[in-house]
């Protein structure tokens, strides 16, 4: 699971028209062919403070610190969140039930080990749509700003995996958990009350994603986060 980074090379209008988001954050990053965990990218959630909820583009860091933690250190280590256990975990149990995202991205990188070493393949969309991960965001209150410090709040989040499928399976045992369009509307809503329902839609609907996806080998470039360009995504046949 360390080695999983993501690209977002969509613009946030882009993503804005594909999910019906209501508003738009002023702060988005940059599009990035090479995201790491505790880097920065734009997230869709419905906010619970209007009625009905507002559904927003934000950006948010990768690796979800909850609302108790003493620093924002504890989010290195949860980028990603076994769906299979969210229900009953602490650190992401909150957020299931009120606080669901979606992550937007072109495509994801997973690297397969092989008797060579471990080789990185881009998995993607065949088309130009967004891939949808689920994802859980929580907001984090730094104690050492003032209330009136604009950046008090920080904003996370992590990526649901489950077990990984047919030829996804072959590259490695594990794959985001992915949303079709079908269920984003009920993984958004954070008014519902069968969120377990909710959580089992998505582990099950998921392969339909994968099975339509297409991947590729590429360079070993993008193993350093520091690399960051449409040369990541060629083809290294």
Same mark, same amino acid.
């Given at each position: 699971?360390?080695?999983?980074?993501?690209?977002?090379?969509?613009?946030?209008?882009?993503?804005?028209?594909?999910?019906?988001?209501?508003?738009?954050? $002023?702060?988005? &990053?940059?599009?990035? %062919?090479?995201?790491?965990?505790?880097?920065?990218?734009?997230?869709?959630?419905?906010?619970?403070?209007?009625?009905?909820?507002?559904?927003?583009?934000?950006?948010?860091?990768?690796?979800?610190? &909850?609302?108790?933690?003493?620093?924002? /250190?504890?989010?290195?280590?949860?980028?990603?969140?076994? /769906?299979?256990?969210?229900?009953?975990?602490?650190?992401?149990?909150?957020?299931?039930?009120?606080?669901?995202?979606?992550?937007?991205?072109?495509?994801? %990188?997973?690297?397969?080990?092989?008797?060579?070493?471990?080789?990185?393949?881009?998995?993607?969309?065949?088309? $130009?749509?967004?891939?949808?991960?689920?994802?859980?965001?929580?907001?984090?209150?730094?104690?050492?700003?003032?209330?009136?410090?604009?950046?008090?709040?920080?904003?996370?989040?992590?990526?649901?995996?489950?077990?990984?499928?047919?030829?996804?399976?072959?590259?490695?045992?594990?794959?985001?958990?992915?949303?079709?369009? =079908?269920?984003?509307? =009920?993984?958004?809503?954070?008014?519902?009350?069968?969120?377990?329902?909710?959580?089992?839609?998505?582990?099950?609907?998921?392969?339909?994603?994968?099975?339509?996806?297409?991947?590729?080998?590429?360079?070993?470039?993008?193993?350093?986060?520091?690399?960051?360009?449409?040369?990541?995504?060629?083809?290294?046949?």
């Amino acid at each position: 699971m360390q080695d999983r980074t993501f690209l977002s090379t969509s613009t946030a209008a882009d993503f804005a028209e594909f999910l019906d988001v209501d508003t738009v954050a $002023d702060d988005l &990053p940059e599009p990035s %062919y090479n995201v790491a965990p505790t880097d920065r990218v734009a997230i869709v959630l419905d906010s619970i403070k209007t009625e009905p909820p507002t559904r927003r583009l934000e950006a948010a860091r990768w690796g979800l610190v &909850p609302g108790w933690a003493k620093d924002p /250190s504890i989010g290195a280590r949860a980028f990603n969140a076994r /769906s299979e256990e969210v229900e009953d975990k602490p650190m992401f149990r909150s957020a299931l039930e009120k606080r669901r995202a979606i992550v937007p991205t072109s495509g994801y %990188y997973e690297w397969k080990t092989t008797p060579e070493g471990k080789t990185p393949h881009f998995i993607h969309p065949q088309g $130009d749509e967004p891939l949808l991960l689920a994802g859980l965001y929580e907001w984090w209150r730094d104690p050492a700003r003032t209330d009136t410090d604009p950046a008090r709040w920080m904003l996370s989040f992590t990526i649901l995996t489950r077990d990984a499928v047919g030829r996804l399976g072959s590259i490695h045992d594990r794959m985001p958990l992915f949303v079709d369009e =079908a269920h984003a509307e =009920a993984w958004l809503d954070p008014t519902t009350e069968n969120v377990g329902d909710v959580l089992d839609a998505a582990i099950d609907a998921a392969p339909r994603v994968a099975e339509s996806l297409d991947d590729r080998v590429v360079g070993r470039a993008v193993g350093n986060v520091r690399n960051n360009g449409p040369e990541l995504i060629e083809s290294a046949a």
